[in-house]
C-alpha cells in the first residue's frame, strides 16, 4: 500500500491552524510546541496519525501574478502552525476525546493558553480529507523538508458547493503537473466552537473574516514548479490563497503508532542521528520501560530488530 493511501484510512481530521502571543520568541515558541506539547499529544489513545508543520511567513510571490486571486497576508494575521490530528472513525476520537482524564486533560490543554493569541479548528470528514499523491518517498518526515514544501490555505469566493468542486478538480491537475510530489487536499466544515468547549478547549477562534476555508499540502521537487499552478479560471472559485513555506515538518503519530519523536522527542532524534542512530536506543524493551505500552509494537519509524 502505498503512502497516499495508508494517509487515505482516517475518516476524520481536526485541523489547528494559529500564532503565538505577540510577546513571545516565536524560536521558544516552536520548540515548545515541537518538544512539549506534541509528545504529550503523541501518548493520547485514539489518534491515527498526527504531524504538525511550522512556517515562515506568506510567500506572495509563488504562484507568479494570477488575476482575481488575492496571494498576500496581512502580517499580523498570518498562520505560524498547524497541527493535523486524524482519527480512523467517530469512535476512535471519542476515545481520544476522553484521554486522559478530565484533571489531566486539562493540565494538558493549559498550553494553549500559555503560547495561543489566536487559532482555530477545523474538521474534515471522509473524502474531504485526502491525499492525492505522494512520492516522497518519507511516511514520517522530521524537520527541515527534504524538498520545497508550502500550506496553501484558501477563502472561497463562491457558495461552499462550488468552492469545493472547484478545488477538487484543482486538486487533480495539480497532481498531474511535472514536480508535484506531494498534494493534500483538506475541504473544512466551519468550526464548531460549541464542540470545542464542551471538548474543553479554550476558545481563541479567529474571526470569521480571518478564517479559511480549505487547506493544500503540496510538496514539489522544485520551488519553480509552483509558478502557473493557478490559473486565471481558478479565480472564479479562490478569493484568497496564501502559500506558507513550512520550514518544519514533524510526523509524531503514524499508523496509530508514536513515531521516535512522538515517545523521545525531536531532540533525541537529531541527537541519535548525529551519533550514528544507535538502534539499541529504539528498542521495544527500552521504550515501553521508559514509555509504558503505548510504545505497542516499537516506534512507526523505528528501526527494531
Known sequence: MDLADIENRAGICRITAGWKKKDLPWEWVRRYWRDVHSPAISRRKGIYHYVHLQYDPVDAGVFGKVEGIGTAAPADAQLMWTSDVRYRDDAALAIFGSDPGDVAKAQLLGDIDLIVDRSTTYKCVGDRARTYLDTTGTATPQGVPAMPAYSIFLRQKTDEASFFAGLRKLADRWTKAPGVARLRLSLCEAPDMEAERKAGYPIKTHPVEQQYQAWIELWVKDKGVIQGLLTVDDAAFIKEAHAYPVIAYHCFVYEERPTLAGL??????????????????????????????????????????
Not at 515501553?288 to 530488530?305: F, L, N, R
Request: net charge neutral; charged share 20%.
Open 264 to 305: 523521545r522527542g525531536y531532540p533525541a532524534v537529531e541527537a541519535l542521528q548525529a551519533l550514528g542512530g544507535n538502534p539499541k536506543q529504539k528498542q521495544i524493551e527500552i521504550l515501553t520501560w521508559m514509555y509504558g505500552d503505548i510504545v505497542g509494537k516499537g516506534p512507526a519509524d523505528g528501526a527494531v530488530s
